[in-house]
């Protein structure tokens, strides 16, 4: 892990909220410890930026998908 430079890191803010249940969690966590949600650097409201999950996003199209073929494969 990378130390960012100083001058252009966020140093209002001492913790951020969980965009998800809004526990404050510490300003580098990288997930929530309540709710496991991950969550990025914390914007200029204090709250941490959601990542998208991007993985989910890909099953998700992928049974999408597979549906389509079966309907397709299964009535024509
Ligand atoms: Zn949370």
Wanted: hydrophobic share 40%; proline share 4%.
């Amino acid at each position: 892990m990378t130390k960012q430079d100083p001058a252009t890191k966020e140093k209002k803010y001492v913790s951020k909220k969980c965009p998800e249940c809004y526990e404050y969690i510490a300003l580098e966590a990288r997930a929530c410890p309540s709710c496991k949600v991950r969550v990025g650097k914390v914007d200029q409201h204090g709250m941490a930026q959601q990542l998208t999950n991007w993985r989910a996003y890909i099953i998700c199209i992928a049974l999408w998908l597979f549906l389509a073929f079966y309907v397709k494969w299964a009535f024509f």
